[in-house]
């Protein structure tokens, strides 16, 4: 692979690496197969960027890739490893009490648990809006018309709501 493409291919990791993460833990049974997972996406993105046209965002392809390596992975019972975090000084900045943590925690728990169960369809619409990104680019990715993302993001927040006030 050209320089070029290893420079695109690390600004995109950079710019992308968070939210790559955080869809892959929606797909995964816990913390260790995040990090299988987040390792999959990354080789599949790695070994198809001499493939990559430039005809969309590279965002949108990435995310499409993602989504894919995703689907795949959750279908398959795959060997357990630790996960990776990424830390850098911010990260200690304005910790949270031990208290608040553990609100937090249990919250995130509850709400990553009602996603869980929704369909894959769902899954997929809802994480990729919940990285905020636009209708748009989210259609694009999944191949599904704008209006139509709207409407399923709309009745999808509803379920969530439901879930979320009958774990309350």
């Known amino acids: 692979m050209d320089k070029e493409l290893e420079n695109t291919f690390l600004e995109a990791l950079e710019q992308n ?14 913390a260790e197969d995040t990090k299988d ?5 990354l080789i599949h993105i790695w070994q198809s960027m001499p493939n990559f046209k430039f005809n969309s965002l590279l965002s ?3 995310f499409r890739i993602t989504l894919n390596v995703c689907l795949r992975f959750h279908s ?8 990776f975090l990424h830390m850098d000084n911010s990260t200690f900045a304005n910790l949270p009490s031990e208290k608040e ?19 894959e369809a769902d899954k997929a619409v809802i ?3 919940l990285e905020e990104l636009p ?3 989210i259609s694009s990715i999944l191949e599904l018309t704008e209006n139509t993302v709207v409407v399923k993001v709309k009745r999808i927040k509803k ?3 439901n879930c979320i006030n009958k774990a309350s």
């Open 60 to 62: 949108t392809w990435i």
């Open 135 to 137: 209708y748009k680019e």
């Open 17 to 30: 690496e968070q939210k790559l993460l955080r869809i892959c833990s929606v797909y995964a049974k816990d």
């Open 101 to 119: 943590y553990k609100e937090q925690n249990e919250q995130l728990a509850q709400r990553r648990n009602c996603i869980k169960v929704l369909n």
């Open 37 to 41: 997972l987040f390792q999959e996406v």
């Open 76 to 83: 398959k019972d795959i060997k357990k490893q630790k996960r």
């Open 159 to 161: 379920k969530l709501l």
């Open 127 to 129: 994480t990729l809006y």
